[in-house]
């Protein structure tokens, strides 16, 4: 019998959790629930969209409820308050809020017997395991965590706000000779600004004042004043020729030391499409929700808790024989 | 209460066991134990040493036995005796024979309520682990495994057996142009021949042949015939002064899609003792076994069947906050 996942929320993320899902054998997307109009709104696959006034009446009829709202606003409502009904994942990523959100969906989880896993995806989430196991296993080193080249989307959007600005896209990039001293074991200590680059490729409306656009970006707290900012107008045109997928990836690299011996372990990811990654991610952790729920377990979840063996279709004979 | 750890068998592995052990602030070392007279073995720790009889008495002070014997003929037999008596760890990593392995562990472990966990290290271990994630999280898509650049004990051993040969050291170094064909996502098919060459360096004794010696390790089936081997003869100085660590390390590199998106994960090692970065991964483990044990756990068990969390020392609530 498939695992039966319902989607809340359909946007990018949406799409890569369908995708993800629709691609694998075990599993089945019920329905895309959205709080549009679900008339508005048609799925790639091709799958049913239902309004999400309708969840409450579906119990039965989803194993996990996997929610792709936003971490501001949606998911601190969303994931306790649909733990009480079904297993669910979210990708919530505001780090500092992830002890006061565990504890809303353990409450409402273990109330309701269902699993809620928080904070799945690559960072947190894959990049999250990296920095775990490094630690456990070499508790003597420091872990480092690059991000890019990549397009980050909160950036990209922070630059949208700008006045004149009618679109753009920023990357996230590493500096190379960071990553090499790091790469290295030499343990450096780095700033912010040593770390990684910011590079803005941006449509301005017309007549826009470019130089205030720029400086605006550039001291824009938080976001680009730490660091060393490329801005480059670009034409409507380029903007969506040259820059209209989501790459993104990184590196989680931890130095560590036995005694006088230095040992490296890196965890890289290259990826075409952030939410499609991000997608595939929360799908095998919507797997492991069901496995771990149908076994007796209860309460909130990270994928720290998550034994490796849950988020695999194969059986546990089958992991051993082939991939151990 | 410190976790109470026992070591049997004290070569490399013991010793880099004993090291990550005393290195741990909530384990203790209660002894070695050898087959050996134990006169004849002193601990770098100075922890005491005893005889292997000895283990039968002392179920009540030791909480997890790891296991540092060889997979060919010592695990086979110690794994399942002591699981009779103790949680285990062990390295067993005859890749054929893991199912019979797993089953004879799962047997003796489930009977007595204790945890056995079998083939810990990096590979059998932690490249298992990256294979199976990554797997899971993208099911279309293959992996790819690189040994090197490092020393291979039982291909150094092969050589010694040669008639005059007196010392050797084998290294295992993955083709480069390989690696960026994989890394590249190309998904090329590769042979034995084109993922890896070998490298020998063979101290002879006085006298002997050789042309013979070389030609004897090129042809060695399985060990040498399928590779690209160099074979070098040093001085027993330079044996000693060049090549006196047992470095290690590679890569897990999968490439896979989503649709037409294409992501590569790579996890690699870069290790300057392969012994101590094996023994620190079964240290972490040794804390899983106790500490699943404590939960009511038993049987047989590989890493693939342990929650990341149990490897660490700190609690649920500190990885959640600065790991995450």
């Known amino acids: ?22 691609a694998s054998d075990d599993m089945e997307l019920t329905a895309v629930f959205t709080r549009r109009s679900p008339e508005s709104v048609k799925t790639v696959s ?49 780090h500092a809020n992830i002890p006061s959100h565990f504890a809303a969906v353990d409450a409402a989880a273990g109330a309701a017997g269902k699993v809620g896993v928080i904070s799945c995806g690559w960072d947190p989430g894959m990049f999250s395991l990296a920095r775990l196991y490094s630690h456990s ?12 080249r990549g397009v980050s989307q909160g ?21 190379e000779e960071a990553l090499a001293q790091v790469r290295s074991g030499s343990n450096p200590e780095l700033t912010t600004r040593q770390k990684h680059t910011r590079e803005c490729y941006v449509v301005a409306e017309e007549g826009a004042d470019k ?14 004043a730490d660091y060393d900012t490329t801005v480059t107008f ?23 030391q036995t005694g006088d011996s230095h040992h490296v372990i890196e965890y890289s990811l290259k990826l075409d499409s952030n939410p499609e ?22 309460g909130a979840k990270t994928m720290f808790d998550i034994a490796p063996k849950y988020l695999s279709p194969l059986d546990d004979a089958e992991l051993r024989a082939h991939l151990l």
Not at 155 to 173: F, P
Not at 211 to 224: G, H, L, S, T
Request: aromatic share 8%.
């Open 46 to 94: 091709g799958a049913k969209v239902l309004s999400a006034d309708a969840l409450a009446d579906m119990k039965d009829d989803i194993d996990v409820l996997v929610l792709c709202g936003g971490s501001a606003t949606d998911l601190p409502v969303q994931t306790p308050k649909y733990a009480s009904m079904f297993n669910v994942v979210d990708s919530f990523d505001t």
């Open 234 to 256: 670009i034409s409507e045109e380029e903007m969506k020729a040259s820059h209209n997928t989501l790459p993104h990836g990184g590196s989680v690299i931890y130095s560590g």
């Open 277 to 298: 990654f991000t997608g595939s991610v929360i799908a095998s952790v919507a797997r492991a929700a069901y496995r771990m729920n149908r076994e007796g377990m209860s």
């Open 137 to 148: 296993v070499l508790p003597d080193g420091k872990d480092y965590t690059f991000w890019g």
């Open 211 to 224: 130089a205030r656009i720029e400086k605006e970006i550039k001291e824009m707290p938080n976001y680009f």
């Open 1 to 22: 019998m498939s695992i039966r996942i319902g989607i809340l929320g359909y946007g990018n993320l949406g799409r890569g959790v369908e995708k993800a899902v629709c």
């Open 155 to 175: 950036h990209s959007d922070a630059i949208r706000r700008i006045e004149g600005v009618r679109d753009a896209r920023q990357y996230t990039v590493p500096v």
